[in-house]
């Protein structure tokens, strides 16, 4: 439960990274001295909305969230440099390969860089640290927890998926010859295929892996023949005939004991807390000030 309200947590930091984005590039861009606030960048009928009108609805909208993240990424810095507390590199790649397979959407994974991924997951692991650094945890608790939690430490093999649904096998024949011609997948996906929503995404679809009941469960069967940069025959499916490819994939990995013994740890610290598991417990150690108020996230 802890992992996956990690994921939830890096997910929503990272949109309020898009939103700080689109907010303060713009902020530079008015004080360079261009008529930037004055900017039309909408208009309906005769009327007109203007950027600074925008970027004060983003404001009134976003910023108090948008700066309470950017507050508590520096508190979090802060605290581990003056407690001296890190997380191992190890850790960080295996809770990225976790967010990969079982959390990440095709659309997040072409927007946002392995490096902003790396960096969301490190913060949020270094919290975790901080906050039970003084939580005492025994060798048998851990142990315990590891022999009954041990499916939490499989990652089974992911294969990144695309696919092109069609209506007809006579189409999805016509499709595969032109990929043979050499026609690009993803943009006979955004042309071709009836399922909107990963058509969008050039028929990428995330990633499969057993137990998958997303997608028929023929997709994992071909994709598992298929070399990266491949495609399936035809397959028929409920909607018509669906073309695969597979992208790429991760091979599967067990985890031993004193591979994840530190997570265990936090894990079992973390539900042992009953006070504040966030960053805002040491906004007055930090001595925070900010602009809805001093030392107050509320």
Not at 153 to 180: C, G, M, Q, R
Not at 256 to 277: F, G, H, P
Request: with cysteine; aromatic share 10%; charged share 35%.
């Amino acid at each position: 439960m802890r992992r996956k309200q990690l994921w939830i947590v890096i997910a929503a930091l990272i949109l309020l990274n898009c939103l700080t984005l689109i907010f303060f590039l713009a902020k530079v861009k008015e004080i360079s001295g261009t008529a930037i606030s004055e900017e039309v960048v909408a208009s309906v009928g005769k009327s007109e909305i203007t950027r600074q009108q925008w970027l004060n609805e983003l404001e009134v909208r976003y910023g108090k969230d948008v700066l309470k993240d950017m507050i508590d990424q520096r508190v979090i810095k802060e605290m581990a440099a003056k407690y001296n507390i890190k997380v191992s590199e190890k850790d960080v790649e295996r809770e990225y390969r976790i967010l990969q397979t079982t959390y990440s959407s095709p659309g997040e994974n072409k927007k946002t860089t392995e490096k902003k991924w790396k960096e969301h997951i490190r913060n949020s692991l270094l919290q975790e640290e901080i906050l039970t650094r003084d939580v005492k945890v025994s060798e048998k608790e851990m142990k315990e927890y590891f022999e009954e939690n041990k499916a939490l430490f499989t990652i089974p093999d992911a294969y990144h998926v695309s696919h092109i649904i069609v209506k007809s096998s006579d189409e999805a024949e016509k499709a595969i010859k032109e990929l043979e011609q050499g026609s690009s997948f993803s943009a006979l996906a955004m042309e071709r295929s009836i399922e909107e929503f990963s058509a969008n995404e050039g028929g990428d679809i995330g990633y499969l892996m057993e137990g998958e009941e997303r997608f028929p469960s023929e997709y994992l069967q071909a994709v598992k023949k298929l070399k990266e940069g491949a495609w399936s025959d035809p397959i028929q499916v409920e909607q018509g005939f669906a073309i695969v490819k597979l992208e790429g994939k991760i091979k599967g990995k067990k985890y031993a004991y004193e591979d994840v013994k530190q997570q265990i740890r936090r894990e079992i610290a973390l539900e042992q807390m009953k006070n504040s598991t966030s960053a805002t417990t040491f906004w007055e150690e930090a001595k925070v000030e900010w602009f809805y108020g001093k030392t107050s996230a509320n």
